[in-house]
């Protein structure tokens, strides 16, 4: 459905995308990973016409975004980061411009506006000023114009930023149910995000593909390892010589005590992820007389992810392809 | 076309949302009834002297009182136009949803006429109450309809100029009061670039009076339609718009 092929794009000496390779199958949600600045919202640009690759190709539904230009804006909905919307209009009256700009007749307009309301949960809204909603339903508002016309793709760059946790779970449910009747690409820098709502990944960084398959990908616990921490109170010497001592536990390095709390040591290290050998280290810590207070996994940032991809591969060649058939279930 | 209907009707909601079309109304009601007023009492005092002189009742009701009132009005709406068009393309610029605008299927040009429609459409409505005071020279004398006409029609192809200009500023800046600004000192440049036509003298003077906008606005309100003057505005509108699509496609490109 959607294919990009060695996609470049230079602002300047500054290469946004360098090299980017990638293609969505039908009916698949994508995930579009990276920190920022790494040329997610540049490929998404790209990718819905506002402007063309410096070199490289991208096509969607079959039409080249450069010399099929509108067929290929015809098959996408697209909701740009910060959700630029008329607030001067009301809801009802922005989606029907929506429709009519994206080419629906008057009553066909209308339809679309209603359907899409119903869609999104954002109907009884209808009448009220964009800019006096909460940030929760622009978003929404900003979905439904994404999927005026019923477009097979859409394209969502950070659907969920700034919202609250339960928009949040909202708008990810919503995206989800797309799945299988929609093509979507789903940026985000979060990954808990991407590992509940997509079928794939794709991770890029510095405007290049590090790695793409499917979201078990992202787990921290790869090697076999969970990575931990750990506080008890005691001395920190005598601690740390314990932990090192302790079977299954290697990479141990003291951290930063806390300074509310006199007295703590605090560690980070990593175990091996079975529940048992988890329980063999509380009880080593417990059994030598110190009193643990903290033995939390640490959730890996996308950097360390990053890091963990790229030397995890030989140097060369930083990238990852972990294919998987679409729909496997990587829970 | 269903795309530059709903670019217009967007942009008309806009303008009759915001206080603009409103505080532009009335003070443009109010200058043109004053000009009016005086005008007609000018024009009255006038005419009693005339008919005590032996040569007088030569006094033309068209060349006395509306040609200079139009004239009055194409300077003011000069004054206007930039308020009417700077918002139109910097706003999008400047919050973003041009971004969301250029990635529906509409082409530039459909979005560059809608609002040079919804501008022009403004700009005659602006100009609609100036029609009570042609009524009253109706009812007090015998005004020449056929020249009243020409010189509205002269006034819709000047406002049709500002606003082609005033878009090509929008488009370039995602300042509103920059955009202003640059329309507002290029209709002025133009206005009076040909008073240095003559001191200049030669080809290049008579270059300087043909570009000049406010001479091939001046038959229209005496009730002469040149095709000079009429190829004139439709060549500047033209000339604009193409300028304003093509800075849009360059933006995308550019970006």
Redo the contacts between chains.
Sequence with gaps: MIEVKDLRKRFGDNLAVDGLNFEVADGEILGFLGPNGAGKTTTM?IL?????PSSGSASIAGHDVVDEP??A??A?G?L?E?V??????RVR?YL???????????LE?RRETKRVMEATGIAERAGQLIKQLSKGYRQRVGLA?ALVADPPVLILDEPTIGLDPRQIVEIRSLIKDMAGSKTVILSSHILPEVAATCQRVVIINQGRLVAQGPPSLLRPERAGNDRLRLAALGDPARLLDLLLATPGVGGVHPEAAPADQPGVAVFSLTAAAEPAARAALAKAVVDSGAGLVELTPIAQSLEEVFVQLITSESGAAPVAEAEAPAGEDAA | MSALTAIYRKEMRAYFCSPIAYVLWTCFVALTGYFFYTGLLYYSMASMQAMQQPWGATLNLQEMLMAPLMSNWSVMLMLISPLLTMRLLSEEKRSGTIELLLSYPLSDASVVLGKFLAALSMFALILLPTLAQVAILFWLGQPHLPAILAGYLGLLFMGAAFIALGLLASALTENQIVSGVLAFVALLMLWVVGWSGNLVGGSLGEALKALALGPHFEGFPKGLIDTADVAYFILFIGFFLFVTIRTLEAKRWKA
């Design positions: 640009r819905t016409g506002y402007f063309p509108l067929a804006r015809r996408v697209y740009p910060n630029p919307l008329y607030v001067d209009m009256e029907d411009f929506v429709g009519g700009a994206k080419g629906l007749k008057g307009a114009q």
